[in-house]
């Protein structure tokens, strides 16, 4: 199996900054994209930002500009440096990655156990 590991996650006020931080671990053969979701109280999951293998990444409007998503294929690891937190980017955050356990095996799609963003004064 592969674990999806998250830390950093926590309480900021507005226009703070925190870094979310997420490994994954276990049998790991190769991991193509990663990305980083949020889910809301009362809302739909929605997708934060997504990298690929050769770091080009993708953002979702409301977090241009703000957020930034990085990875580390040696480590196995995927990051999400937020900037500029506003009270609407409070979620649950979640890690995402479609991986594979051998070369053998088919790629299938990851999640972590998610971590709390409060951005509140």
């Known amino acids: 199996q592969v674990q999806l590991v998250e830390s950093g996650g926590g309480l900021v006020q507005p226009g703070g900054s925190l870094r979310l931080s997420c490994a994954a671990s276990?049998?790991?053969?190769?991991?193509?994209?990663m990305a980083w979701y949020r889910q809301a109280p009362g809302k739909q999951r929605e997708l934060v930002a997504a990298?690929?293998?050769?770091?080009?990444?993708n953002y979702a409007d409301s977090v241009k500009g703000r957020f930034t998503i990085s990875r580390d294929n040696a480590k196995n690891t995927v990051a999400l440096q937020m900037d500029s937190l506003k009270p609407e980017d409070t979620a649950v955050y979640s890690c995402?990655?479609?991986?594979?356990?051998?070369?053998?095996?088919?790629?299938?799609?990851?999640w972590g156990q998610g971590t709390q963003v409060t951005v509140s004064s």
């Open positions: 990298i690929t293998p050769n770091s080009v990444s």
């Open positions: 995402f990655a479609r991986a594979a356990q051998y070369y053998t095996s088919a790629f299938r799609d990851y």
């Open positions: 276990g049998s790991v053969f190769a991991i193509i994209n």
